[in-house]
Each structure stands twice: as structure tokens, then as C-alpha cells.
């Protein structure tokens, strides 16, 4: 089974722009959710889509949304980039739904981001 | 809410020693436990997990861990580590209520010389 991608894999962006990620989860996951990795926050969750709706979502501001397709595939949109949203922004899938194996989240190699 | 605590920043070890990484969690509800390793410029990759059963459970790379639920600890081990197995480590926590959000601890830094 091919894992987790994200696209793309590295992007310099300038104050003030806005930019979007995009994840494609493990084939037959419903659920992806997204975290935001920096050396002075660690990992932190930004969201989560299941079925095309957003079930939970972090402590961040408005400018950090996203969404779900009917392909369980995933953006998230940064806007009016700060400089303080470098980071690695990493995508990760579950299988959702009920039962302790839906807690698996498998991760994918993530999205460098550099604001300027 | 839940939280993680990775006690050790750094862990530094010699090739064919014996290591743990120290994890504890606070939640006031039943909880899955994870430990996920990073290498430089990659993702999270999942070592192990507890979702029920065995408090014993094994992992890839030759690595275990305990769950502890009167101490509320994942102890992560491994008896003999390899220079390979120089990494960031990270234990996550996830409350069983139906979503899937992740808490970290800080992380470890194990660093395998020869």
C-alpha cells in the first residue's frame, strides 16, 4: 500500500501571501488531520477531516483552514502568511470510523514551508 | 485536556547499550498510547502502539514499551540500540473520544555513538 504523500515538499513564500498544502492519505483512510511541527512548539494539531467535515480543531488562528475532497484527500490554506508559519506541516491519515485501530494515524513526509 | 511529558531532552548512548526513553501522560479519560520516531527531513514514522490488551507490546526496530496505567507511563526500550537508531522520538497521546488528534511530548534526541 503506498503511504501518505504530501505535495509539496518545500515552499518559500513571502509575508503576506497565502498558500495551500496538499495530502493524500493511505488508500481506504477517511480521516486526515494535520499538524504544525516548529523547534519552539513542537507538533501541534491543527485540524481534523472525516467524510469531508472537519470533526476538531486546534488552537490556531482563522487564517488556517482546510478541507476534505470525496477522495478523502486533503488541503489545508494558510492566509496573509506570517513570518512565525515556517514549519513543517505534516498530513496524517486514519482509517477513522470506530474502534481503537481507528486511532492509528500514519504520517507523511511532510511540507517545509519558509516564510520570508 | 491531555498532555505528554518527554522528561529527556537528549539521551546519549553508546552503540549495543541498552536505552529508555522516558514518557508520561496525563488524561482524565481512557487513552491510546504511540511512539513515533523522526529522522532528519522525514515525517513520523509509528514505532508502536497501545490500543488495549497486552501492557507489553512491541514495536519495529527490535524496540517495546510498557504501559503503566497506575503511573501513567509508556516507557519506550530497546536492549542493544545501533548508530541507526539515532533519531528524535516521540510519544503521543490520544483520548478515546471518537477524534483523532494526537498530543506530543517534546521529544527525545537519542544519539548512538560507537
Known amino acids: 500500500k503506498a503511504g501518505v504523500t504530501q505535495t509539496p515538499r518545500y515552499l518559500i513564500k513571502t509575508r503576506g501571501q497565502q498558500v495551500t498544502l496538499s495530502c493524500s492519505p493511505i488508500?481506504?483512510?477517511?480521516?486526515v488531520s494535520w499538524y504544525q511541527q516548529t523547534p519552539g512548539q513542537g507538533l501541534q494539531f491543527l485540524f481534523e477531516?472525516?467524510?469531508?467535515?472537519?470533526?476538531n480543531k486546534g488552537n490556531f488562528p482563522g487564517r488556517f483552514s482546510g478541507r476534505q475532497f470525496s477522495n478523502s484527500r486533503s488541503e489545508m490554506n494558510v492566509s496573509t502568511l506570517e513570518l512565525g508559519d515556517s514549519a513543517l506541516y505534516l498530513c496524517?491519515?486514519?482509517?477513522?470510523?470506530?474502534?481503537?485501530?481507528?486511532?492509528?494515524?500514519?504520517f507523511g513526509p511532510g511540507t517545509r514551508l519558509t516564510v520570508t | 485536556a491531555q498532555s505528554v511529558t518527554q522528561l529527556d531532552s537528549q539521551v546519549p548512548v553508546f552503540e549495543e547499550a541498552p536505552v529508555e526513553l522516558r514518557c508520561n501522560y496525563s488524561s482524565s479519560v481512557s487513552v491510546y498510547l504511540f511512539w513515533y520516531v523522526q529522522y532528519p527531513n522525514q515525517g513520523l514514522q509509528l514505532l508502536l502502539k497501545y490500543l488495549s490488551g497486552s501492557t507489553l507490546v512491541k514495536g519495529i526496530n527490535g524496540f517495546e514499551a510498557e504501559f503503566n496505567k497506575s503511573q501513567t507511563s509508556f516507557h519506550l526500550r530497546k536492549p542493544s540500540v545501533h548508530i541507526s537508531d539515532t533519531a528524535e522520538y516521540f510519544c503521543?497521546?490520544?483520548?478515546?473520544?471518537?477524534?483523532?488528534?494526537?498530543?506530543f511530548g517534546t521529544g527525545t534526541r537519542l544519539l548512538v555513538s560507537p
Open positions: 477531516y472525516f467524510s469531508e467535515t472537519q470533526r
Open positions: 503521543a497521546v490520544s483520548e478515546n473520544t471518537g477524534f483523532q488528534k494526537l498530543v
Open positions: 496524517a491519515s486514519s482509517r477513522g470510523g470506530t474502534g481503537a485501530k481507528s486511532y492509528e494515524q500514519y
Open positions: 488508500s481506504g483512510h477517511r480521516s
